[in-house]
């Protein structure tokens, strides 16, 4: 997915699982979101960045409760 499109279906899904106070997202990015390899840079960096902005979520969430 790209950017634009992750962040367009969080921002659809997540305030019916908040008004349900109950839901999950799930990333399926595989090691490459948790580790640099030769001439993989672009697709580390992007994957990397979806797990940090679902950790940013995650701590949002958390806080609001």
Do not use: Y
């Not at 008004?19 to 840079?41: E, P, Q």
């Not at 672009?42 to 969430?61: N, R, W």
Request: proline letters at 2%.
């Amino acid at each position: 997915l790209g950017r634009s499109l992750f962040v367009q279906l969080i921002r659809q899904i997540l305030p019916s699982m908040m008004k349900r106070n109950h839901g999950h997202i799930i990333t399926m990015l595989g090691s490459t979101a948790m580790c640099g390899l030769g001439n993989f840079s672009d697709i580390c960096t992007a994957k990397f960045g979806l797990v940090g902005c679902m950790e940013s979520i995650d701590h949002e969430l958390t806080l609001g409760t």
